[in-house]
């Protein structure tokens, strides 16, 4: 499995962001895809996880209702939309695919190469 992040940019405080992880595996649709992301010095984050089907969904504590996160399995893609940002939202955002909806990083078998989000104040 192959991930390619993109979408990161830079936005003021209070905007929205989409990413988009595109997989280039046939066996997208059978894998849980979650977020995290890392800030300079800081260790990675867990951000919001979604199981196969997109019925489970899992959010870490900072971003809960602000970010959803979706998948299309037709277009082998999961989607992080991020509402409400602030500036402490700033780090590298990085998808990755796994067997099951978990918050760590070692539930995660394949990792995408991050896309970075600033967010100004």
């Known amino acids: 499995v192959q991930l390619q992040a993109s979408g990161g940019g830079l936005v003021q405080a209070g905007g929205s962001l989409r990413l988009s992880c595109a997989s280039s595996?046939?066996?997208?649709?059978?894998?849980?895809m979650g977020w995290f992301r890392q800030a300079p010095g800081n260790e990675r984050e867990f951000v919001a996880a979604?199981?196969?089907?997109?019925?489970?969904?899992l959010y870490g504590d900072s971003v809960k209702g602000r970010f959803t996160t979706s998948r299309d399995n037709a277009k082998n893609t999961v989607y992080l939309q991020m509402n409400s940002l602030k500036p402490e939202d700033t780090a590298v955002y990085y998808c990755?695919?796994?067997?099951?909806?978990?918050?760590?990083?070692?539930?995660?078998?394949?990792w995408g190469q991050g896309t970075l989000v600033t967010v100004s104040s």
């Open positions: 990755a695919a796994g067997g099951v909806v978990v918050g760590i990083p070692r539930g995660y078998d394949y």
């Open positions: 979604i199981s196969w089907s997109g019925v489970y969904t």
């Open positions: 595996g046939r066996t997208f649709s059978s894998v849980a």
